[in-house]
């Protein structure tokens, strides 16, 4: 440790010392919230399903048996009091109705977990010059944050002010509603990385460049342009929205578990891709061309694309039946 302070900049331990001055000067204006006095919210989940579980067993027991019209006074008491346990705090409530927004969010996520990797290896064979200069595939990515930096202002300034007219809404556009644009942006995402894998493909198969997985395309990589600035896009409407939906909707005393649910949607979605792509090559690799190859040209992306096209509009439909459907929090989020 000694060794570490003694190599750092002389500002450095300065500058900690007094960012830990602020903490301790800070600890003592801090208000703390009281523990609950009835034990934590998932115990009390597990607590009423259990209560569920007796109560429906006791009675299912009961009504099986012969003399069940001679049940004991007291053991009808007994089911009624088992009966009203079951009744889910009102915490437990507010969370489960998030879940059926966060699953049809799912495919999404499935989504947006391409972009790190089959848009990037599908640019990686296209031509990348501009001049002199080679666009390394990676880079494309940062297509994507540029988009977003550009679209906010523009949809802070110029989107939410022409929706606030129309809407009387003083957000523009509803949380549900905005998310709900970004998962249709992601429909025409995959529509558009279809596209556009099938005109690589042909390319490749038009030059004989088929069994050469080394080889450039000679197609542009501003083709794939398009899907890179769409993704950030979707994202500036569906992330952001998801985040302050979450956070918004829980109750008060649970908001870093709100954005703990936002955060496990993404995490699932890149598990459920990487299964898609595990069982699909499993699936094609039997016989004829594989979904997915280490040479691109044999591969066809184009068909998960389109797969994924596909799972997005039912996830969009799930979507829209489910936010009909929400009963907000706060008048401020409503899916009218």
């Not at 009675?59 to 008491?77: E, K, R």
């Not at 998962?183 to 558009?192: D, F, K, P, W």
């Not at 992330?239 to 936002?262: H, I, K």
């Not at 016989?287 to 694309?305: P, Q, T």
């Amino acid at each position: 440790m000694r060794t570490i302070l003694k190599n750092l900049p002389r500002e450095v331990p300065s500058s900690i010392g007094g960012i830990l001055g602020l903490f301790w000067l800070g600890t003592r204006t801090y208000r703390f919230y009281p523990v609950r006095s009835d034990g934590s919210l998932i115990g009390q989940v597990v607590k009423h399903i259990l209560s569920l579980v007796r109560t429906w067993h006791a009675s299912w027991s009961s009504g099986s048996s012969d003399d069940s019209h001679c049940m004991p006074t007291s053991s009808s008491s007994r089911l009624k009091d088992n009966a009203e346990m079951t009744c889910f705090p009102d915490e437990a409530k507010s969370l489960l109705k998030l879940f059926p927004i966060g699953a049809t969010c799912l495919i999404y996520a499935v989504v947006f977990a391409q972009w790190m990797t089959l848009f990037t290896k599908q640019a990686s064979t296209l031509d990348r010059w501009i001049g002199s200069l080679q666009v390394p595939a990676a880079a494309l990515q940062s297509l994507i944050s540029v988009s977003i930096v550009i679209s906010i202002p523009i949809y802070d300034r110029i989107l939410v002010p022409l929706a606030r007219k129309y809407s009387k809404n003083p957000c523009g556009i509803t949380t549900l509603q905005r998310i709900g644009t970004g998962l249709a942006m992601s429909v025409i995402l995959m529509v558009v990385a279809a596209i556009v894998e099938m005109r690589r493909l042909r390319v490749a198969r038009e030059h004989g460049l088929v069994d050469n997985p080394e080889a450039t395309i000679p197609m542009s990589f501003w083709w794939v342009v398009p899907q890179f600035v769409l993704t950030g896009l979707a994202d500036m409407f569906t992330m952001v929205g998801l985040q302050e939906f979450f956070y918004d909707q829980v109750p008060d005393s649970l908001r870093s578990l709100g954005l703990a649910l936002y955060l496990s949607i993404f995490g699932i979605g890149s598990f459920i891709s990487g299964f898609l792509v595990y069982a699909i090559d499993r699936v094609t690799s039997d016989g004829g061309d594989r979904w997915f190859s280490n040479n691109l040209n044999r591969g066809h992306l184009d068909y998960f694309y389109w797969l994924l096209a596909a799972l997005s509009v039912v996830g969009l439909a799930a979507y829209l039946h489910f936010s009909q459907v929400y009963v907000p929090k706060k008048k401020g989020i409503s899916a009218e």
